[in-house]
């Protein structure tokens, strides 16, 4: 017996219905991304490598997969690499593509690359799946889709202030209420090391700082130590570990803390105008907070960073995410470009709003009605109202083997209600020669003798 086909761990089918619940959250992403302004593009599944390796930091790199060359790869592969086994070098001379990681880079790739056709301040949005080599979990996967909404050509502010307006504006929609929209400032936490003496480790500070809601104190600092971060350095931080109050008065320590430091300083300040600005628009169901230990551990951001948390009944990670990324265009040759973005994890809010029961119930609805199939000449006759249904926006389908005995009629009734199809149309010689049709209710099973038009009102009145 052959060996029942699999997935690769990390992946998924979706079935219909989790595909019209999918599909639900990628409207009301998008409707949201048009209203303010975002326009689509799309951008390849796979890159260059060297468009993405270095860009995401060393954790970053290592969760990139690699596609082998075509052809016999080890033919060109580095023989001294190979024989050592120095994965890194042999990787490079065997792998020229990889799949995208995220769609940020990629956009910056397609920013400079069609620079000359883009009109400035660019707003764009996207909606294509990314891969990354992680262990898969809970809301963690190896493919997943990317909701993402980017502003490039303008370093100001407001945009900030639109990012946590669009996140409210998502989520309220949803219906997904005590969504918190974390915030800090890369321009800080610069600041941080640099009054710790550690300005020369601000990746390996941030990285390790990054994770200090999963691992705890403890480890963060000594994953820190192992870094070469002194002990004396690492006490200062300790206000850190301990900072709470409302946003105001966090931003009254972080003064303190960072009164040295020129950088410090401004990062303060843009903190103070993005909260000042949503403080007087009211946000709808989200709420923003300081978290000055959030880092994301990504080496491009340069300003303000967000993550998203779901409510806290649900046990979920991050739901959303992004930040300003002053530099990232640079790396590819443009420099002087200002973005800033933020990504929907569409899974991770699936999962959330799936065990919150926050999908409509008719989410998934799909048919309306059913035609029974009697034969060819019932069929034919069957097709042609069903086209008139369908120009009405109403869900028809003929069921596509015809009856030949009571059992296939059974086996006709058992489809529509397997499928939860509300309506069956039954049509045979009498109902041809009288212009009628009979309507058969599944949830009452009653049935009517009723004119083309009447159907239409019942179906569409339910």
């Given at each position: 017996?052959?060996?029942?086909?699999?997935?690769?761990?990390?992946?998924?089918?979706?079935?219909?219905?989790?595909?019209?619940?999918?599909?639900?959250?990628?409207?009301?992403?998008?409707?949201?991304?048009?209203?303010?302004?975002?326009?689509?593009?799309?951008?390849?599944?796979?890159?260059?490598?060297?468009?993405?390796?270095?860009?995401?930091?060393?954790?970053?790199?290592?969760?990139?997969?690699?596609?082998?060359?075509?052809?016999?790869?080890?033919?060109?592969?580095?023989?001294?690499?190979?024989?050592?086994?120095?994965?890194?070098?042999?990787?490079?001379?065997?792998?020229?593509?990889?799949?995208?990681?995220?769609?940020?880079?990629?956009?910056?790739?397609?920013v400079v690359q069609h620079q000359n056709d883009i009109e400035f301040p660019f707003?764009?949005?996207?909606?294509?799946?990314?891969?990354?080599?992680?262990?898969?979990?809970?809301?963690?996967?190896?493919?997943?889709?990317?909701?993402?909404?980017?502003?490039?050509?303008?370093?100001?502010?407001?945009?900030?202030?639109?990012?946590?307006?669009?996140?409210?504006?998502?989520?309220?929609?949803?219906?997904?209420?005590?969504?918190?929209?974390?915030?800090?400032?890369?321009?800080i936490l610069a600041g941080i090391a640099e009054v710790i003496g550690a300005s020369?480790?601000?990746?390996?500070?941030?990285?390790?700082?990054?994770?200090?809601?999963?691992?705890?104190?403890?480890?963060?600092?000594?994953?820190?130590?192992?870094?070469?971060?002194?002990?004396?350095?690492?006490?200062?931080?300790?206000?850190?570990?301990?900072?709470?109050?409302?946003?105001?008065?966090?931003?009254?320590?972080?003064?303190?803390?960072?009164?040295?430091?020129?950088?410090?300083?401004?990062?303060?300040?843009?903190?103070?105008?993005?909260?000042?600005?949503?403080?007087?628009?009211?946000?709808?169901?989200?709420?923003?907070?300081?978290?000055?230990?959030?880092?994301?551990?990504?080496?491009?951001?340069?300003?303000?960073?967000?993550?998203?948390?779901?409510?806290?009944?649900?046990?979920?990670?991050?739901?959303?995410?992004?930040g300003r990324y002053d530099d990232l265009t640079g790396i590819f040759g443009m420099?002087?470009?200002?973005?800033?973005?933020?990504?929907?994890?569409?899974?991770?809010?699936?999962?959330?709003?799936?065990?919150?029961?926050?999908?409509?119930?008719?989410?998934?609805?799909?048919?309306?009605?059913?035609?029974?199939?009697?034969?060819?000449?019932?069929?034919?006759?069957?097709?042609?109202?069903?086209?008139?249904?369908?120009?009405?926006?109403?869900?028809?389908?003929?069921?596509?083997?015809?009856?030949?005995?009571?059992?296939?009629?059974?086996?006709?009734?058992?489809?529509?209600?397997?499928?939860?199809?509300?309506?069956?149309?039954?049509?045979?010689?009498?109902?041809?020669?009288?212009?009628?049709?009979?309507?058969?209710?599944?949830?009452?099973?009653?049935?009517?003798?009723?004119?083309?038009?009447?159907?239409?009102?019942?179906?569409?009145?339910?």
């Amino acid at each position: 017996m052959a060996q029942k086909p699999s997935i690769p761990k990390g992946t998924r089918d979706f079935n219909p219905k989790q595909v019209a619940k999918r599909n639900y959250i990628f409207n009301t992403i998008q409707t949201a991304f048009e209203t303010f302004g975002f326009q689509p593009i799309e951008t390849p599944s796979f890159e260059n490598s060297e468009t993405l390796m270095g860009k995401y930091g060393e954790e970053g790199d290592r969760l990139i997969f690699k596609i082998l060359n075509s052809g016999d790869y080890l033919a060109k592969a580095n023989e001294e690499a190979y024989i050592e086994k120095k994965s890194k070098k042999l990787t490079s001379s065997i792998s020229e593509k990889a799949l995208r990681y995220d769609l940020t880079v990629p956009f910056a790739r397609y920013v400079v690359q069609h620079q000359n056709d883009i009109e400035f301040p660019f707003k764009r949005y996207q909606i294509q799946p990314v891969w990354r080599a992680d262990r898969p979990q809970k809301g963690r996967f190896r493919e997943f889709f990317q909701c993402d909404a980017d502003v490039v050509g303008s370093s100001s502010l407001w945009q900030e202030v639109e990012f946590i307006q669009l996140y409210d504006t998502v989520f309220s929609a949803l219906k997904l209420k005590d969504v918190t929209i974390k915030i800090n400032n890369r321009k800080i936490l610069a600041g941080i090391a640099e009054v710790i003496g550690a300005s020369d480790k601000l990746i390996d500070f941030t990285v390790a700082l990054d994770k200090l809601d999963k691992i705890g104190e403890a480890k963060v600092k000594e994953e820190m130590r192992s870094k070469g971060i002194s002990d004396a350095g690492i006490s200062k931080l300790q206000p850190l570990f301990t900072l709470a109050g409302t946003f105001e008065a966090q931003i009254e320590q972080l003064r303190s803390i960072l009164n040295t430091s020129e950088e410090g300083r401004k990062g303060i300040e843009e903190l103070e105008f993005i909260n000042t600005a949503i403080s007087q628009l009211n946000l709808t169901t989200a709420s923003l907070i300081l978290d000055v230990t959030l880092a994301r551990g990504l080496n491009y951001y340069t300003g303000a960073i967000f993550e998203v948390s779901a409510p806290n009944t649900v046990k979920m990670g991050s739901i959303g995410g992004g930040g300003r990324y002053d530099d990232l265009t640079g790396i590819f040759g443009m420099s002087g470009m200002s973005g800033v973005g933020i990504s929907f994890g569409l899974d991770r809010i699936y999962l959330v709003l799936e065990e919150l029961n926050l999908f409509p119930e008719t989410v998934s609805k799909n048919i309306d009605v059913l035609f029974i199939n009697f034969g060819d000449k019932e069929a034919l006759h069957c097709l042609k109202i069903i086209k008139q249904l369908r120009n009405q926006e109403i869900n028809a389908e003929l069921y596509p083997d015809k009856i030949t005995n009571g059992k296939h009629m059974r086996k006709q009734m058992n489809h529509a209600n397997n499928r939860n199809i509300p309506y069956v149309v039954i049509i045979g010689e009498e109902e041809i020669n009288l212009n009628l049709v009979t309507l058969k209710h599944m949830i009452s099973g009653e049935q009517e003798k009723i004119s083309l038009e009447t159907l239409i009102e019942k179906i569409k009145n339910g």
